[in-house]
T-cell receptor, first 112, second 114 residues
Framework: GESVGLHLPTLSVQEGDNSIINCAYS??????FIWYKQESGKGPQFIID?????DKRQGQRVTVLLNKTVKHLSLQIAATQPGDSAVYFC???????????FGAGTRLFVKA | SQTIHQWPATLVQPVGSPLSLECTVE??????LYWYRQAAGRGLQLLFY??????ISSEVPQNLSASRPQDRQFILSSKKLLLSDSGFYLC?????????????FGQGTRLTVV
């Protein structure tokens, strides 16, 4: 079946360093990808999205890269801050359907 | 601005008891509404979605049901809870055709069935 996976369950970075969180998806028909941030005990919050007609999209301190050839996307966080500590989910969907596949999440720890 | 309310935040229920979780959205009309369940260390599993009043689609067979009695109200129910129903339940909404725009999530309900 379809799946979205994350390469690492946890990631620990030093404050001020850049973070890179990776994600792989299985459905080549997916055309919409989202990154969410989930803090403990809260619902996920939208960070950034990208459509399949793009390879890169930048937001405030975040960049999402999409490689459709290998079905891989990544989230880059520049100058990681303690407030970035959370679980990050990637999700793949679109194609006009309602079933977005979410990955299991990567927990990001930021060391001061 | 749009807001989404989900309650209660936590709930402890005995096996065999009924369940009713409520979700309401404010500041928008005719949203797509979703119920997700999140197991520990796992991603979000879509349980139900709704594109309009009275229109419910179920993604997985389960012990739960959903209803949408009003445009901005989405209810998750069970007649008899099972231990396996424990989890973190999230309501979400978005606009557009399908899940191809950002979704906004509620704060979640942590359900523990004992």
């Amino acid at each position: 079946g379809e799946s979205v996976g994350l390469h690492l369950p946890t990631l620990s970075v030093q404050e001020g360093d850049n973070s890179i969180i990776n994600c792989a998806y299985s459905n080549s028909a997916s055309d919409y990808f989202i990154w969410y941030k989930q803090e403990s005990g809260k619902g996920p919050q939208f960070i950034i999205d990208i459509r399949s007609n793009m390879d890169k999209r930048q937001g405030q301190r975040v960049t999402v890269l999409l490689n459709k050839t290998v079905k891989h996307l990544s989230l880059q966080i520049a100058a990681t801050q303690p407030g970035d500590s959370a679980v990050y989910f990637c999700a793949a969907g679109g194609t006009g359907g309602f079933k977005t596949i979410f990955g299991a999440g990567t927990r990001l720890f930021v060391k001061a | 601005s749009q807001t989404i309310h989900q309650w209660p935040a936590t709930l402890v229920q005995p096996v065999g008891s009924p369940l009713s979780l409520e979700c309401t959205v404010e500041g928008t009309s005719n949203p797509n509404l979703y119920w997700y369940r999140q197991a520990a260390g796992r991603g979000l599993q879509l349980l139900f979605y709704s594109v309009g009043i009275g229109q419910i689609s179920s993604e997985v067979p389960q012990n739960l049901s959903a209803s949408r009695p009003q445009d901005r109200q989405f209810i998750l129910s069970s007649k008899k809870l099972l231990l396996s129903d424990s989890g973190f339940y999230l309501c979400a909404w978005n606009r557009g055709i399908g899940m191809n725009t950002e979704a906004f999530f509620g704060q979640g309900t942590r359900l523990t069935v004992v």
